[in-house]
């Protein structure tokens, strides 16, 4: 069975270095998610990305953040200049095109610490 | 603003026993709803989902839940749980096509022996 992939399962860093999480969507999948989940809270929507361009944002999703599809597989998530607050678990999720409203797969997370 | 109440943070029920967990929506048109499961260290697993038709689903592990627009609730149900189904549950919202989906804050299930 298809599945979203992530790496590294656990990226441990300093405050204020760059960081970049890496997705592998599945196949056939045109629109891309980033989330993320605080550890012991909900998780929360960052960013929505769709035939290569922010299809939409939450304000969490500031300046440091960015996304890309560098190829045809990849999906990422950077981190610009990190923060303590950005220690999270950050999922990835994809979804196929189509009239049909198509589920979201999940990965299964990046683990994020920053000190 | 668009919601999702899981008005249990904690529940705790025997091995065998019946479970139903609430979720609560707030949202003007009929959502697509879900429900996910995370056990610790995990990701996001799939529990359900409604899109539209019978307000019945049945999902996977011998879980469903019941859409009632006239409560916008969408709560979990499943007869007799099993130990391993000790996690967090969460349910969740999609508003369109393809749209971000809104979580709630989740509900952990703790199971006696």
């Known amino acids: 069975e298809p599945e979203v992939t992530q790496t590294p399962s656990h990226q441990v860093t300093q405050m204020g270095q760059e960081v970049i999480l890496r997705c592998v969507p599945i196949?056939?999948?045109?629109?891309f998610y980033w989330y993320r989940q605080i550890l012991g809270q909900k998780v929360e929507f960052l960013v929505s990305?769709?035939?290569?361009?922010?299809?939409?944002k939450s304000e969490i999703f500031d300046d440091q953040f960015s996304v890309e599809r560098p190829d045809g597989s990849n999906f990422t998530l950077k981190i610009r200049s990190t923060k303590l607050e950005d220690s999270a678990m950050y999922f990835c999720?994809?979804?196929?095109?189509?009239?049909?409203?198509?589920?979201?797969?999940f990965g299964p997370g990046t683990r994020l610490t920053v000190l | 603003a668009q919601s999702v109440t899981q008005p249990d943070i904690h529940i705790t029920v025997s091995e065998g026993a019946s479970l139903e967990l609430r979720c609560n929506y707030s949202?003007?048109?009929?959502?697509?709803l879900f429900w996910y499961v995370q056990s610790p260290g995990q990701g996001l697993q799939l529990l359900l989902k409604y899109f539209s038709g019978d307000t019945l689903v049945q999902g996977i592990k011998g879980f469903e839940a019941e859409f009632k627009r006239s409560q916008s609730s969408f709560n979990l149900r499943k007869p007799s749980v099993h130990w391993s189904d000790a996690a967090e549950y969460f349910c969740a919202v999609g508003l369109n096509r393809d749209d971000k989906i809104i979580f709630g804050k989740g509900t952990r299930l703790h199971i006696l022996p």
């Open positions: 999720a994809s979804s196929a095109a189509g009239e049909i409203r198509s589920e979201q797969f």
């Open positions: 990305f769709y035939n290569n361009e922010i299809s939409e």
């Open positions: 949202y003007g048109a009929t959502p697509y």
């Open positions: 196949s056939n999948h045109l629109y």
